[in-house]
């Protein structure tokens, strides 16, 4: 089959499963998937940039999502006045002891030369600077942690619409990659998988902890949202009467109080797909000005030079190409992309959770995406979010499903057929896992292979 | 005086030292396993923190067959009987995996990224079925005596205010790392099986040229990493508690030992393991009472004198991890010869 040929059955394919589960469990149901796979797809592009153009094999997708998820909260709450009253001062003169603990570090390590006394130098200036750092840092902490810590205790944010946030997610994620790889571009691939790895872990850490940030693991919920509420909706004329117009058939010929139970219901149930497709707009112009622009710098010499760096690196080096800049920019633009999805899931869920980012769902379950959907290729990447989400979030039902089908049988205590339905529910890393060895096997390079363009 | 330098020694000894020393010799014996399967297979196992869980869910089967039995070890845990059982499960789930995945990518030469990635598919599967069989929750399998020496016993005894308490799980753990270590130096150095998985480690195409069947030289490596991944898994599961996911967050840890001893030195993953925990421990510990303890009444801290929070953890790790890194990028012991 042609390149095109396998996308479009691909997408076929993926739409026949969506149509499948909005007949077999719900539209709802199927509107859900369809918007997470919309942010996975974002999602596996960034993971793409850096690993289909460039070779990156950055394992720290987590911390990205995370810091975009970070913007919503600070870009969409309300600003606490009391808390930035009590500890505002005093946080930005933290933030100036940190500038200077900085300065003291820096000084020594670029006057002195290499050397044993370099290093002690540079120790006891850290030591001295986190010193410095604490004892501004902690009481600002404690005063902003103090106000009202069962409702907020956090300084909140700017208060401003949160689609604002998606970019500032992408600039949050953006600065973190360049700091990060300031420190860990240089090194071997393999110790800058697990250089990234470790960083992406210790980003969690500070998310839950820095209750003065984001509330920690107390969340933030009730985000702002860019589309209406349902209730809202549901009290609307205009949103009625379009639900009555679309359901004439089924509202015709019924009595007074089961025309108006009717109606309510259908107004209830339409409301909730409202809100669900608005956000899939959103999400669906988003991916498809991210594809459009991933697709140009591919096909841009741009493009051209990473692909030549990734596939030789000595031999682009020797033609000129700087290999530590150009991995640090495609490091970053890459980040930026997931930092915009991390941002627009923390939307769409209305609420951040710092419990809920582990490495088996935002960081490998992505890279599955990529590998799955064929590296090196935009539309491969999109269509293995949309295959790889579906099937996640699909694996679990589908379990069940099977189990309880097999076990029909037994009796309904029957210990066995308990652990089965039980065990039925961890089954999406297995089937996870099959898939990405089984692609990786026998397809190694993806559903939607990487097109080789002049 | 006299008497608070006692005290504070006690003190450390019980907080810092002691869990350390344990939980060093569990990070150093997975180390081992990641360092090897790094040097002689030459790629980054992902997998290996899921290997360790699957071996302990076997312990924990095992063990639980025969508490069922009635079978016990009386004051030891019954989960030294089952470790065999575990040692067998994880070896069977390593050479599985290897036929199955890993095999293919080696004899087609792939590239160490690649298996890399594939033992990210591995780590998957091995997650799924730990879960699937024993469940996502806490599971506590230690049984027998608790304690060696008791907090109250060693107060009582010794007429100290500070107690010192020593889990039998903590001996263990130390007394099976000393054994498995010295079992695999002395394999390593003294057995022609051994001396082939240096030369192999050392220069590939060499010790093929010589001889060395490389079969046996990779089957051997998965049996000793998967045997030292079910011991140190289920040590850490009877010291702590059995949770599938901590396993997959000892990844990094075990990775910065591995690396800052310098990958295929064994002896340098023992001194990194130690080294990490080491660090770990002391840095998220709270000073407040020791320096009570040691220091003058007018000099005593009202803080808790605590470096940093214990949620960060990792991160000590890591920054050691980054140190090295850039400072001597071939580990503390120069690696790659094993």
Redesign the interface.
Known sequence: MSTNARAAFGFAVVAAALLAVGLGQSWSVSLAVLNLCLISAVMALGVNIQWGYA?L?NVGTMAFAALGGLAAVLVSQPPVHAAVAAGGVKLLAAGAAACLAAGLVWYPYRRLPRGAPR?VAVALAAAVG?FIVGVFF?PAVEAIEAVDPSTSGYLGGLGLPIVLSWAVGGLFAAGAAWAIGR??LG?R???F???T???S??VI?VL??EDWLARGVKNVTGLDRPVPYEVDLQQAGWFVDLVRSLNGKTLAGLTEAEYAGMLRDLTVEASGIFVKLCYAGLFLAVLLVVLALSERALRSPWGRMMRAIRDNETAAEALGKDVYRRHMQVFVLGSAVIGVAGAMLVTLDGQFTPNSY???RFT?LI??MV?VGGSGNNLGAVLGGFIVWISWIEAEPLALWTVDAVTAAMASDDPIRARLI???A?????????I??LV??FSPRGVIPETVGR | MDVDIVNAAVLLANFVVVPAIAYGSQLALGALGITLVYGILRFANFSHGDLMAFGTMVAILATWQFQAWGIGLGLLPTALLALPVAIAGAVIAALAADRTVFRFYRVRRSAPMVLSIASVGVMFVLNGVVRVIVGPDDRSFSDGARYLINAREFKTLTGLSEGLSIRTSQVLTLALAVLAVAALFWFLRYTRAGKAMRAYSDNEDLALLSGVEPDRVVLLTWVIAAALAAIAGTLYGLDKSFQPFTYLQLLLPMFAAAIVGGIGQPLGAIAGGFLVAFSEIAITYPYKKFLHYVLPENLRPDGLVQLLSTDYKLSVSFAILVVVLLWRPAGLFRGRVL
């Open positions: 070779g094999f290093a986190f902690d420190v860990a090194l691939a393999d110790y998988a697990i250089a790895l470790g960083i872990e210790i850490a839950k902890n582990n490495p088996l490998f890279w599955v590998i039980e065990g039925a961890h089954v999406r890393p297995i089937l996870m896992g099959t990405l060895l990786m096997r």
